[in-house]
Protein backbone atom coordinates (compact mmCIF):
# COMPACT_ATOMS: atom_id res chain seq x y z
CA UNK A 1 0.00 0.00 0.00
CA UNK A 2 1.36 3.42 -1.00
CA UNK A 3 0.58 6.99 0.22
CA UNK A 4 2.15 10.40 -1.49
CA UNK A 5 3.11 13.14 0.99
CA UNK A 6 2.76 16.34 -0.95
CA UNK A 7 4.72 18.42 1.90
CA UNK A 8 7.67 16.57 2.00
CA UNK A 9 7.66 15.43 -1.56
CA UNK A 10 8.21 11.85 0.10
CA UNK A 11 6.19 9.01 -0.47
CA UNK A 12 5.10 6.05 2.09
CA UNK A 13 4.89 2.14 0.78
CA UNK A 14 4.34 -0.18 3.90
CA UNK A 15 3.88 -3.78 2.76
CA UNK A 16 1.16 -5.70 5.13
CA UNK A 17 0.81 -9.45 5.01
CA UNK A 18 -2.18 -11.09 3.94
CA UNK A 19 -2.54 -13.29 6.53
CA UNK A 20 -2.07 -10.40 9.20
CA UNK A 21 -4.85 -8.76 7.79
CA UNK A 22 -7.26 -11.65 7.90
CA UNK A 23 -6.04 -12.73 11.10
CA UNK A 24 -8.93 -10.96 12.90
CA UNK A 25 -11.33 -11.81 11.00
CA UNK A 26 -10.35 -15.38 11.23
CA UNK A 27 -10.60 -15.42 14.94
CA UNK A 28 -14.13 -13.68 14.85
CA UNK A 29 -15.39 -16.84 13.19
CA UNK A 30 -13.09 -19.01 15.31
CA UNK A 31 -14.74 -17.41 18.30
CA UNK A 32 -18.22 -17.20 16.97
CA UNK A 33 -17.76 -21.04 15.60
CA UNK A 34 -16.78 -22.22 19.42
CA UNK A 35 -19.49 -19.64 20.80
CA UNK A 36 -22.07 -21.60 18.46
CA UNK A 37 -20.85 -25.05 19.57
CA UNK A 38 -21.37 -24.00 23.28
CA UNK A 39 -24.79 -22.72 22.59
CA UNK A 40 -25.69 -25.97 20.90
CA UNK A 41 -24.48 -28.12 23.68
CA UNK A 42 -26.15 -25.98 26.37
CA UNK A 43 -29.57 -26.63 24.16
CA UNK A 44 -28.74 -30.29 24.17
CA UNK A 45 -28.19 -30.86 27.43
CA UNK A 46 -31.38 -28.18 28.34
CA UNK A 47 -33.45 -30.14 25.71
CA UNK A 48 -32.11 -34.11 27.62
CA UNK A 49 -33.31 -32.51 31.05
CA UNK A 50 -36.67 -30.95 30.29
CA UNK A 51 -37.44 -33.77 27.99
CA UNK A 52 -36.45 -35.84 31.04
CA UNK A 53 -38.77 -34.18 33.21
CA UNK A 54 -41.54 -34.97 30.48
CA UNK A 55 -41.57 -38.15 29.45
CA UNK A 56 -40.46 -39.52 33.05
CA UNK A 57 -43.83 -38.79 34.33
CA UNK A 58 -45.26 -39.50 31.07
CA UNK A 59 -43.50 -43.01 31.30
CA UNK A 60 -44.37 -43.56 34.83
CA UNK A 61 -48.08 -42.56 33.63
CA UNK A 62 -48.10 -45.32 31.52
CA UNK A 63 -46.75 -47.85 33.76
CA UNK A 64 -48.74 -47.31 36.63
CA UNK A 65 -51.97 -47.28 34.17
CA UNK A 66 -50.71 -50.37 33.26
CA UNK A 67 -50.33 -52.21 36.35
CA UNK A 68 -53.63 -50.72 37.55
CA UNK A 69 -55.88 -52.66 34.79
CA UNK A 70 -54.17 -56.08 35.92
CA UNK A 71 -55.67 -55.04 39.10
CA UNK A 72 -52.94 -53.88 41.35
CA UNK A 73 -55.31 -50.31 42.85
CA UNK A 74 -52.34 -49.69 45.21
CA UNK A 75 -49.54 -48.19 43.08
CA UNK A 76 -49.16 -44.27 42.84
CA UNK A 77 -47.45 -42.15 40.78
CA UNK A 78 -44.53 -40.58 42.79
CA UNK A 79 -44.29 -36.91 41.33
CA UNK A 80 -44.12 -33.67 43.34
CA UNK A 81 -43.94 -30.83 40.89
CA UNK A 82 -46.46 -28.53 41.07
CA UNK A 83 -47.09 -27.78 37.66
CA UNK A 84 -50.00 -29.55 35.11
CA UNK A 85 -48.14 -32.74 35.48
CA UNK A 86 -47.61 -32.65 39.15
CA UNK A 87 -51.32 -31.64 39.07
CA UNK A 88 -52.13 -34.63 36.58
CA UNK A 89 -50.71 -36.79 38.84
CA UNK A 90 -52.60 -35.77 42.03
CA UNK A 91 -55.67 -36.18 40.31
CA UNK A 92 -54.52 -39.81 38.53
CA UNK A 93 -53.86 -40.95 42.96
CA UNK A 94 -56.90 -39.53 43.59
CA UNK A 95 -58.89 -41.51 41.29
CA UNK A 96 -56.89 -44.79 41.74
CA UNK A 97 -57.93 -44.30 45.51
CA UNK A 98 -61.31 -44.06 44.64
CA UNK A 99 -61.16 -47.10 42.84
CA UNK A 100 -59.44 -48.80 45.24
CA UNK A 101 -62.33 -47.91 47.55
CA UNK A 102 -65.15 -49.16 45.23
CA UNK A 103 -63.46 -51.93 44.57
CA UNK A 104 -63.01 -52.76 48.43
CA UNK A 105 -67.01 -51.51 48.34
CA UNK A 106 -67.98 -54.05 45.89
CA UNK A 107 -66.20 -57.22 47.01
CA UNK A 108 -67.76 -56.71 50.26
CA UNK A 109 -71.20 -56.26 48.89
CA UNK A 110 -70.58 -59.77 46.66
CA UNK A 111 -69.47 -61.09 49.86
CA UNK A 112 -72.25 -60.20 51.66
CA UNK A 113 -74.71 -60.83 48.77
CA UNK A 114 -73.49 -64.37 48.32
CA UNK A 115 -74.15 -65.04 52.15
CA UNK A 116 -77.71 -63.50 51.89
CA UNK A 117 -78.34 -65.43 48.70
CA UNK A 118 -77.01 -68.84 50.58
CA UNK A 119 -78.73 -68.04 53.36
CA UNK A 120 -82.07 -67.89 51.36
CA UNK A 121 -81.88 -71.04 49.22
CA UNK A 122 -81.18 -73.15 52.82
CA UNK A 123 -83.99 -71.54 54.00
CA UNK A 124 -86.14 -72.31 50.87
CA UNK A 125 -84.68 -75.80 50.98
CA UNK A 126 -85.31 -75.93 54.52
CA UNK A 127 -89.03 -74.40 54.09
CA UNK A 128 -89.40 -76.33 51.08
CA UNK A 129 -88.80 -79.94 52.98
CA UNK A 130 -90.64 -79.44 56.06
CA UNK A 131 -93.78 -77.92 54.02
CA UNK A 132 -94.18 -80.84 52.30
CA UNK A 133 -95.76 -83.56 55.29
CA UNK A 134 -98.14 -81.31 56.05
CA UNK A 135 -98.99 -80.58 52.45
CA UNK A 136 -99.43 -84.27 51.69
CA UNK A 137 -101.84 -84.26 55.05
CA UNK A 138 -104.09 -81.68 53.37
CA UNK A 139 -104.08 -83.09 49.79
CA UNK A 140 -104.55 -87.03 51.63
CA UNK A 141 -107.49 -86.00 53.62
CA UNK A 142 -109.34 -83.69 51.22
CA UNK A 143 -109.25 -86.88 48.66
CA UNK A 144 -110.63 -89.28 51.64
CA UNK A 145 -113.32 -86.91 52.17
CA UNK A 146 -114.30 -86.08 48.41
CA UNK A 147 -114.01 -90.45 48.01
CA UNK A 148 -116.30 -90.69 51.47
CA UNK A 149 -119.11 -87.86 50.73
CA UNK A 150 -119.50 -87.88 46.93
CA UNK A 151 -122.70 -88.01 46.07
CA UNK A 152 -123.66 -87.50 49.83
CA UNK A 153 -123.19 -83.58 49.72
CA UNK A 154 -124.70 -80.46 48.04
CA UNK A 155 -123.03 -79.03 45.49
CA UNK A 156 -121.53 -76.19 46.91
CA UNK A 157 -119.70 -78.54 49.94
CA UNK A 158 -118.41 -80.79 46.83
CA UNK A 159 -116.86 -77.45 44.83
CA UNK A 160 -115.32 -76.35 48.06
CA UNK A 161 -113.62 -79.83 48.54
CA UNK A 162 -112.46 -80.01 44.78
CA UNK A 163 -111.07 -76.57 45.46
CA UNK A 164 -108.96 -77.71 48.12
CA UNK A 165 -108.01 -80.64 46.05
CA UNK A 166 -107.05 -78.53 42.86
CA UNK A 167 -105.21 -75.68 45.87
CA UNK A 168 -103.33 -78.62 47.36
CA UNK A 169 -101.79 -80.15 44.02
CA UNK A 170 -100.70 -76.74 42.97
CA UNK A 171 -98.94 -76.14 46.14
CA UNK A 172 -97.30 -79.16 46.28
CA UNK A 173 -96.10 -78.81 42.68
CA UNK A 174 -94.66 -75.27 43.93
CA UNK A 175 -93.16 -76.77 46.18
CA UNK A 176 -91.53 -79.26 44.51
CA UNK A 177 -90.06 -76.82 42.33
CA UNK A 178 -88.89 -74.65 45.09
CA UNK A 179 -86.81 -76.96 46.21
CA UNK A 180 -85.29 -78.35 43.04
CA UNK A 181 -84.57 -74.62 42.85
CA UNK A 182 -82.68 -74.66 46.11
CA UNK A 183 -81.22 -77.66 45.71
CA UNK A 184 -79.32 -76.76 42.51
CA UNK A 185 -76.32 -75.23 44.32
CA UNK A 186 -75.88 -78.13 46.37
CA UNK A 187 -75.70 -80.65 43.35
CA UNK A 188 -73.74 -78.65 41.63
CA UNK A 189 -70.23 -79.75 42.25
CA UNK A 190 -70.60 -83.68 41.29
CA UNK A 191 -69.81 -83.04 37.56
CA UNK A 192 -68.61 -86.05 35.36
CA UNK A 193 -68.42 -86.79 31.87
CA UNK A 194 -72.21 -86.76 30.52
CA UNK A 195 -73.84 -88.20 27.09
CA UNK A 196 -76.45 -85.90 26.07
CA UNK A 197 -77.93 -88.55 23.52
CA UNK A 198 -78.68 -90.72 27.18
CA UNK A 199 -80.12 -87.60 28.38
CA UNK A 200 -82.40 -87.46 25.72
CA UNK A 201 -83.29 -90.60 25.88
CA UNK A 202 -84.47 -90.96 29.23
CA UNK A 203 -86.17 -87.45 29.79
CA UNK A 204 -88.39 -88.84 26.46
CA UNK A 205 -88.72 -92.08 28.15
CA UNK A 206 -90.04 -90.07 31.81
CA UNK A 207 -92.15 -87.76 29.36
CA UNK A 208 -93.48 -90.57 27.33
CA UNK A 209 -97.22 -90.01 28.79
CA UNK A 210 -97.42 -86.38 27.88
CA UNK A 211 -95.64 -87.04 24.71
CA UNK A 212 -98.22 -89.45 23.58
CA UNK A 213 -100.97 -87.65 24.83
CA UNK A 214 -100.34 -84.12 22.61
CA UNK A 215 -99.34 -86.56 19.94
CA UNK A 216 -95.94 -84.86 19.66
CA UNK A 217 -92.78 -85.98 17.83
CA UNK A 218 -89.44 -85.43 19.19
CA UNK A 219 -85.96 -85.94 16.90
CA UNK A 220 -82.62 -85.32 18.01
CA UNK A 221 -79.84 -85.10 16.17
CA UNK A 222 -76.21 -86.89 17.52
CA UNK A 223 -75.57 -84.87 20.75
CA UNK A 224 -72.29 -84.57 22.57
CA UNK A 225 -71.08 -85.50 25.65
CA UNK A 226 -70.19 -82.56 27.73
CA UNK A 227 -68.71 -82.63 31.48
CA UNK A 228 -71.67 -81.38 33.80
CA UNK A 229 -73.94 -82.67 36.54
CA UNK A 230 -75.88 -85.78 35.85
CA UNK A 231 -79.29 -84.89 37.64
CA UNK A 232 -79.46 -81.13 36.43
CA UNK A 233 -78.86 -82.02 32.73
CA UNK A 234 -81.96 -84.12 32.78
CA UNK A 235 -83.56 -81.57 34.58
CA UNK A 236 -82.53 -78.59 32.04
CA UNK A 237 -83.69 -80.77 28.76
CA UNK A 238 -86.71 -82.07 30.64
CA UNK A 239 -87.96 -78.53 31.61
CA UNK A 240 -87.40 -77.88 27.71
CA UNK A 241 -89.26 -80.00 26.32
CA UNK A 242 -92.01 -79.68 29.04
CA UNK A 243 -92.35 -76.16 27.64
CA UNK A 244 -92.42 -76.96 24.25
CA UNK A 245 -95.28 -79.65 25.25
CA UNK A 246 -97.08 -77.03 26.97
CA UNK A 247 -97.23 -74.49 24.59
CA UNK A 248 -98.82 -76.01 21.41
CA UNK A 249 -101.43 -74.60 19.28
CA UNK A 250 -103.45 -76.87 17.33
CA UNK A 251 -100.98 -78.25 15.31
CA UNK A 252 -99.27 -81.39 16.46
CA UNK A 253 -95.73 -80.44 18.49
CA UNK A 254 -92.73 -80.98 16.97
CA UNK A 255 -89.56 -80.56 18.88
CA UNK A 256 -85.95 -80.87 17.27
CA UNK A 257 -82.49 -80.80 19.95
CA UNK A 258 -79.44 -80.79 18.01
CA UNK A 259 -75.75 -78.95 19.04
CA UNK A 260 -72.74 -77.77 17.36
CA UNK A 261 -69.46 -76.92 18.86
CA UNK A 262 -68.77 -73.69 18.54
CA UNK A 263 -66.25 -71.06 19.47
CA UNK A 264 -65.07 -73.24 22.30
CA UNK A 265 -68.16 -73.79 23.57
CA UNK A 266 -71.19 -76.50 22.68
CA UNK A 267 -74.31 -74.62 21.61
CA UNK A 268 -77.36 -76.57 21.89
CA UNK A 269 -80.94 -76.21 20.51
CA UNK A 270 -84.43 -76.98 21.57
CA UNK A 271 -87.01 -75.77 19.30
CA UNK A 272 -90.59 -76.00 18.70
CA UNK A 273 -93.57 -74.93 16.26
CA UNK A 274 -95.66 -74.07 19.17
CA UNK A 275 -97.37 -70.78 19.85
CA UNK A 276 -94.03 -69.01 20.35
CA UNK A 277 -94.24 -65.24 22.56
CA UNK A 278 -93.17 -61.87 21.68
CA UNK A 279 -89.70 -60.23 21.52
CA UNK A 280 -90.47 -57.99 24.94
CA UNK A 281 -91.48 -61.17 26.70
CA UNK A 282 -87.72 -62.90 25.96
CA UNK A 283 -86.55 -62.30 29.36
CA UNK A 284 -89.59 -62.19 31.78
CA UNK A 285 -89.88 -65.80 30.94
CA UNK A 286 -86.30 -66.81 33.11
CA UNK A 287 -87.87 -64.34 35.76
CA UNK A 288 -89.34 -66.30 38.83
CA UNK A 289 -92.79 -66.66 38.96
CA UNK A 290 -93.33 -65.22 35.75
CA UNK A 291 -96.40 -66.86 33.48
CA UNK A 292 -97.32 -64.67 30.28
CA UNK A 293 -100.42 -66.55 29.91
CA UNK A 294 -103.17 -67.86 33.19
CA UNK A 295 -104.31 -70.10 30.64
CA UNK A 296 -101.35 -72.39 31.30
CA UNK A 297 -100.49 -74.11 34.27
CA UNK A 298 -97.51 -74.00 36.14
CA UNK A 299 -95.38 -72.15 38.75
CA UNK A 300 -93.33 -69.67 36.67
CA UNK A 301 -90.30 -71.62 38.07
CA UNK A 302 -89.25 -74.09 35.30
CA UNK A 303 -87.20 -72.00 33.02
CA UNK A 304 -86.04 -70.00 36.13
CA UNK A 305 -84.78 -73.50 36.96
CA UNK A 306 -83.15 -73.92 33.43
CA UNK A 307 -80.85 -70.72 33.75
CA UNK A 308 -79.83 -71.40 37.08
CA UNK A 309 -78.26 -74.69 36.26
CA UNK A 310 -76.74 -72.65 33.20
CA UNK A 311 -75.37 -69.90 34.82
CA UNK A 312 -74.02 -72.67 37.38
CA UNK A 313 -72.59 -74.52 34.35
CA UNK A 314 -70.66 -71.21 33.27
CA UNK A 315 -72.76 -71.29 30.20
CA UNK A 316 -75.59 -68.84 29.06
CA UNK A 317 -79.32 -69.72 27.80
CA UNK A 318 -81.33 -67.22 26.03
CA UNK A 319 -84.57 -67.96 23.47
CA UNK A 320 -85.15 -66.83 19.91
CA UNK A 321 -89.37 -66.78 19.13
CA UNK A 322 -91.42 -65.13 16.88
CA UNK A 323 -95.73 -65.15 17.95
CA UNK A 324 -97.23 -67.98 15.83
CA UNK A 325 -94.16 -70.04 14.67
CA UNK A 326 -92.82 -71.75 18.05
CA UNK A 327 -89.61 -71.04 20.13
CA UNK A 328 -86.32 -71.85 19.84
CA UNK A 329 -83.96 -72.00 23.39
CA UNK A 330 -80.61 -71.71 23.08
CA UNK A 331 -77.64 -72.79 25.60
CA UNK A 332 -73.92 -73.30 25.43
CA UNK A 333 -72.08 -75.36 28.16
CA UNK A 334 -67.99 -75.41 28.17
CA UNK A 335 -66.26 -78.21 25.91
Known amino acids: MTRYIPETGWGITVNIDQDEVFQPIRDLQNLLLILFFISLLIAIIFSVIFSHQITHPILELTETTLKISQGNYQDKLKINSQDEIGQLAKAFNEMTENLLRSNQELKEEIITRKNIEAEMEKFTYVSS ?37 IASVKMKNLISDLLSYSKISYEAKDFNQVDFNKITDYVISALKPDIEKSGAEIKFDTLPVVRANYIQMIQLLKN ?80 ESEEGKGSTFYFTLPV
Do not use: M
Open 240 to 319: LVQNSLKFKDQRKPEIHISAKNTNNEWLFTVSDNGIGIEKQYFNKVFVPFQQLSKQYEGTGLGLTICRKIIEIHNGKIWI
Open 129 to 165: HDLQEPLRTITSFSQLLEKKYKGKIDTEAQEYIDFII
